[in-house]
């Protein structure tokens, strides 16, 4: 069995590129969707769009602020973790308020703006909630790093997310601001 040490320079490599990504795709998401429902939107997506892009914002955030740690000059990484922990339930709110919204759009046709429109509420919601779980319970994603997926593969299931994790060192009475290990 060969043991693999990563460097600091290895994970910055692969986590650099996660905050560009979210924060990308907090313009990118909304703006495909309203050109691919020729601008024929309602409150009905309106609301899920929304909770999605505050969860990429969150997102953001957290990995810019990870990489900025990670490097040395993220400042106090403990304030923008209170802050984004304190995102936490209102982005729930939000997030089932847009799974209703969602429904509402199924059960009262009339309230969407169309067929595309009660389709993007329903992506938008199942979006929000993949990232609000992926954020703050469990790391949902692992395609992009071969050891995550191949520990999703051999059946351990998903792990804790990184925030939940940083979440939790940061409300330990005797935690310090330490770097966690990226395994």
């Given amino acids: 069995m060969i043991l693999v040490t990563k460097t600091r320079a290895d994970l910055l490599k692969r986590l650099d590129p996660y905050w560009k ?3 990308a795709n907090v313009l990118f998401v909304p703006a ?3 050109w691919l429902s020729d601008w024929r939107l309602s409150w009905i997506s309106l609301a899920p769009m929304v909770a999605t892009m505050l969860l ?7 990995w810019r602020g990870k990489v900025r740690q990670l490097r040395g000059d993220g400042g106090d990484f403990s304030v923008l973790l209170r802050r984004i ?7 729930l ?4 308020f847009a799974c209703v919204s969602a429904m509402l759009g199924w059960l009262v046709p009339s309230w969407s703006a169309g067929l595309a ?3 993007i509420a329903t992506g938008c919601a199942v979006l929000a909630v993949l990232e609000y779980i992926n954020y703050y ?3 949902l994603q692992h395609f992009d790093n071969r050891d995550d997926f191949q520990r999703l593969l051999a059946g351990k299931g998903f792990r804790k997310s990184w925030l939940a994790r940083d979440i939790e060192a940061l409300n330990r009475p005797s935690t310090s601001s330490k770097v ?4």
């Fill in 21 to 23: 990504m979210e924060a």
């Fill in 32 to 34: 495909f969707l309203i």
């Fill in 56 to 62: 990429l914002v969150i997102g953001t955030l957290y």
């Fill in 85 to 91: 922990s304190s995102w936490r339930q209102p982005a």
């Fill in 93 to 96: 709110a939000l997030t089932l």
């Fill in 117 to 119: 429109d009660r389709n």
């Fill in 137 to 139: 319970h469990r790391q």
């Fill in 180 to 183: 966690l290990d990226f395994d």
